[in-house]
């Protein structure tokens, strides 16, 4: 059974920082391309940055560019999206994916 357990979220100030984290079972883990995914408030979904089964990085929102990283851990099984000098206008659920397979989403809210 494919999981994908998200842990990380909550509300930050802006200009702070926050890690969220995919914990991954049910699959290669190590041969899947992860994602991370955001969607504001009356907003389509995001796709925000992708890291492949290698290890290449891309990032496909402009706005996070310099800001967020994605990383992967092949040991362990886990995803984390490093998100620093957060703005309000990242307020967003955000969601871990592995092609068809979603996380729970975990709301990050940057407020003062």
């Known amino acids: 059974q494919v999981r994908l357990v998200e842990s990380g979220g909550g509300l930050v100030q802006p200009g702070g920082s926050l890690r969220r984290s995919c914990a991954a079972s049910?699959?290669?883990?190590?041969?899947?391309?992860m994602r991370w995914y955001r969607q504001a408030p009356g907003k389509a979904r995001e796709f925000v940055e992708r890291i492949t089964s290698s290890g290449e990085t891309t990032i496909f929102s402009d706005s996070v560019k310099g800001r967020f990283t994605i990383s992967k851990d092949n040991a362990k099984n886990t995803m984390a999206l490093q998100m620093n000098d957060l703005r309000s206008e990242d307020t967003a659920m955000y969601s871990c994916?592995?092609?068809?397979?979603w996380g729970q989403g975990t709301q990050v809210t940057v407020s003062s």
């Open positions: 994916n592995a092609g068809v397979f």
């Open positions: 049910g699959f290669t883990f190590s041969a899947t391309d």
